[in-house]
């Protein structure tokens, strides 16, 4: 049953939420799970054409985030940052330009879903100006209108990053229709769209693992793939554990099996080589704050650098794209004016 899935997934055919939720049910280390594994590498390198990709991003701020995702160390909820920090453009300018001169294939600019929209905007007109013409700008922000969507397109992002996170509206103050809203007004707006199956923990059952994969694969998006969550300590969230590099490797397997080869790229987040080899082809680096991390400066804790994401891919037999992200631009796939609420 598990090869017919899989012989399914190779010839491009859409899985079902029970095929799905058969992959995601396979034993890890058993030979289904290499088949697994094995079919979804394939897929990625066919999908991205060769060449994975690092993006590089900067959390802009840091500041007690009343939307309190549970998962985030933002979130004034969990009282690991009990003071606004805000990075200035001539920290932000020089960080960028350092992720420019690395290598990365674009750049995420995220603020905290409270960073006021027109700083942001003032922010991005200055980081773009400073940057190389062809470098791909790519935002991380909180939800917003479709006019705000189109100013975003014409200060210069390319797309953005948005997902509609497991546990949306329990673990989060956020509804979904919100979060999909705004993923809609994104694609109105002409942005391409960047997601994926997140932030996993070890109690998420099969079944909200295959709803979130699938609503991946209705955003048409950019790529898709899988990220763990990372315990904030003393939250309610971090006794349930963590998920293994392993485990995340079967997952986002089993996501790049559900989603057509027309969306080029899978990634996992944070990097690991057992990932890579299973079929992420896109890391991060990063720099600045970080809804991961409890370091002010993550690149002094768990951000890695766009060298040492490259050497994770590299380990892991990929070769690296130079140049703009392709998942954002020519791979990226067409996307409807669709309406997903
Ligand atoms: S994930 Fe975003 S919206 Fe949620 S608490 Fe963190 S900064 Fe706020």
Redesign the pocket.
């Known amino acids: 049953m598990i090869k017919e899935i899989i012989t399914k997934a190779q010839s491009d055919l859409i899985l079902d939420a029970s095929e799905i939720a058969e992959l995601f049910k396979i034993t890890l280390f058993s030979e289904e799970s290499a088949l697994i594994q094995a079919a979804a590498r394939k897929i990625a390198e066919q999908a991205c054409q060769g060449r994975a990709e690092v993006h590089a991003q900067i959390g802009l701020n840091i500041a007690p985030?009343p939307?309190?995702?549970k998962f985030?160390s933002?979130?004034a909820c969990n009282g690991v940052f009990s003071e606004a920090v805000e990075l200035s453009a001539l920290e932000v300018i020089s960080r960028t330009q350092q992720f420019e001169q690395d290598g990365a294939d674009a750049i995420f600019i995220m603020a905290?879903?409270d960073y006021a929209f027109s700083k942001f905007l003032d922010m991005s007109r200055q980081i773009k100006q400073a940057l190389k013409s062809e470098t791909i700008l790519i935002a991380n922000v909180?939800d917003f209108s479709l006019d705000q969507a189109k100013q975003l397109k014409d200060v210069g992002y390319t797309g953005i990053y948005h997902a509609l996170r497991l546990g949306e509206g329990r673990d989060?103050q956020?509804s979904p229709e919100k979060r999909l809203a705004t993923i809609n007004t994104a694609h109105q707006a002409g942005l391409s769209v960047g997601t994926c199956l997140e932030p996993v923990g070890p109690e998420h059952t099969v079944e909200e693992l295959v709803e979130k994969t699938m609503v991946t694969r209705d955003i048409t998006p950019a790529y898709s793939g899988a990220a763990r969550r990372i315990p904030i300590p003393n939250t309610d969230l971090a006794q349930k554990g963590i998920c293994s590099e392993a485990r995340m490797a079967h997952i986002l397997a089993v996501v790049r099996l559900a989603l057509p080869v027309s969306i080029p790229g899978n990634c996992t987040h944070e990097p690991s080589i057992i990932g890579a080899a299973a079929g992420a082809c896109l890391l991060w680096a990063e720099a600045g704050s970080n809804?991961r991390d409890t370091q002010e400066n993550t690149e002094e804790k768990r951000g890695m650098t766009v060298q040492e994401c490259r050497r994770v891919l590299e380990e892991a037999e990929w070769k690296v794209l130079d140049g703009p992200s392709r998942f954002y631009t020519d791979l990226a796939p067409q996307n409807e004016e669709k309406v997903y609420v």
């Open positions: 985030c939307n309190n995702c985030c933002f979130a905290t879903a909180g989060t956020i809804p």
